[in-house]
């Protein structure tokens, strides 16, 4: 994606210096303080901007009037994944079943996308899950795989390997639709849960206030560099969907789910600090 990235911006080097810890608020709050003339770039993910600023009692920056919201680059969903011998077919199935005999429910940890889907299953549809937070990716995976807990919710590029080795059964994704790797798992709205529709995604900001031109140019790059064969051709066997939006879609898109994240966040009064 970069060597095409750079062609289309007259062959400027594009350099990643990777900014991890503090639920991305590190990063993120060195550009919203950087100059606005296009040459420190944010790529992150949707948290930083719709999940952090309800989680966080403060954070150094504002998720809308200190960033210039670029392009989107993919959509990413969310697997459902449960011990090989629990009595549910689906997600739905799941849900009637943990009002019978509660389920647990494994996260990669308080506040993420998965602990938030839990509780959206749990408010909205009346679900019984009880939530397991883990540390990280790995090990809630390797203990649904190991029976100490019965759901996972995963992400789709690392939960493949497992259903197609039928190492876990998944129950259902995040979405309007099904994925391509995944054709026999059904999406969230296919199975009537529409409020579990929405994704997480990656997107590419800059500081605030920066001139049109410049997003015009910077989307024009990366919108080529999504598109092109080599990228499509990488990104196919993760599940993601690419988008590569216009700026004002992906400024949609990051208030639409600012909004719906915050209300989940705030209903479950859940907080990281």
């Excluded at 991890?20 to 790529?43: E, R």
Aim: with cysteine.
């Amino acid at each position: 994606m970069i060597p095409t990235m750079s062609a289309e911006l007259n062959g400027n080097p594009i350099i990643v210096d990777n900014k991890p810890g503090g639920a991305t608020v590190l990063g993120a709050s060195l550009v919203a303080k950087a100059p606005s003339d296009g040459f420190t770039l944010l790529l992150t993910i949707n948290a930083t901007h719709t999940q952090v600023p309800h989680l966080l009692a403060k954070i150094p920056y504002d998720p809308f009037k200190d960033f210039t919201p670029i392009s989107q680059l993919f959509r990413s969903g969310v697997v459902v994944c449960a011990q090989k011998g629990l009595q549910a077919k689906d997600l739905r199935e799941l849900v009637t079943l943990s009002q019978s005999s509660p389920v647990t429910a494994a996260s990669a940890g308080i506040g993420t996308t998965g602990h938030l889907y839990i509780e959206m299953l749990n408010s909205i549809y009346g679900a019984k899950l009880i939530h397991i937070p883990y540390k990280g990716a790995t090990e809630g995976q390797r203990d649904l795989q190991a029976g100490i807990v019965q759901v996972y919710f995963d992400s789709v590029s690392s939960a493949i390997p497992f259903i197609k080795a039928d190492k876990v059964k998944a129950l259902a994704v995040t979405g309007i639709k099904r994925l391509e790797v995944l054709p026999d798992v059904p999406s969230v709205v296919e199975l009537g849960l529409d409020a579990l529709n929405i994704s997480g995604w990656f997107g590419v900001f800059g500081p605030g206030n920066m001139p049109d031109s410049v997003v015009a140019a910077l989307n024009k790059a990366i919108r080529a560099a999504v598109q092109s064969p080599q990228v499509v051709r990488q990104f196919a066997p993760l599940g993601v969907e690419l988008t590569g939006t216009t700026a004002s879609e992906f400024s949609a898109t990051v208030r639409k789910d600012h909004a719906a994240w915050g209300e989940v966040i705030k209903k479950a009064s859940i907080k990281i600090d």
